[in-house]
Nanobody, 124 residues
């Protein structure tokens, strides 16, 4: 079993930056891809970004390319999402996820493990 705990959410203004963190525990994640999803009020959960275990390959939703950066520190079992130039429409609950295969997240949006989510609110 894998336990994922997100942190770093909050209230920011449009154009601001925010960094989310996700700490994993429960079993080794050395072979797992990690990712981020978000769900805005009244909308379906959507893929945001993912990264393979080695950190050498990443995947992003088109809407965040060039503004968001996903990274990981395997020594700390932690994945990060740096979000720059945030927009009000990106207000959502952001979820951390883990799966052995990055495509399960980036293509199928069906990771094996989910965190509980952290709220990000972007005011205009």
């Amino acid at each position: 079993q894998v336990h994922l705990v997100e942190s770093g959410g909050g209230l920011v203004q449009a154009g601001d930056s925010l960094r989310l963190s996700c700490a994993a525990s429960g079993r080794t994640l050395s072979s797992y891809a990690m990712g981020w999803f978000r769900q805005a009020p009244g909308k379906e959960r959507e893929f945001v970004a993912a990264i393979v275990w080695s950190g050498t390959s990443t995947s992003y939703a088109d809407s965040v390319k060039g503004r968001f950066t996903i990274s990981r520190d395997n020594a700390k079992n932690t994945v990060y999402l740096q979000m720059n130039s945030l927009k009000p429409e990106e207000t959502a609950v952001y979820y951390c996820a883990a799966d052995p295969h990055i495509a399960t997240m980036s293509v199928r949006s069906a990771p094996l493990y989910w965190g509980q989510g952290t709220q990000v609110t972007v005011s205009s």
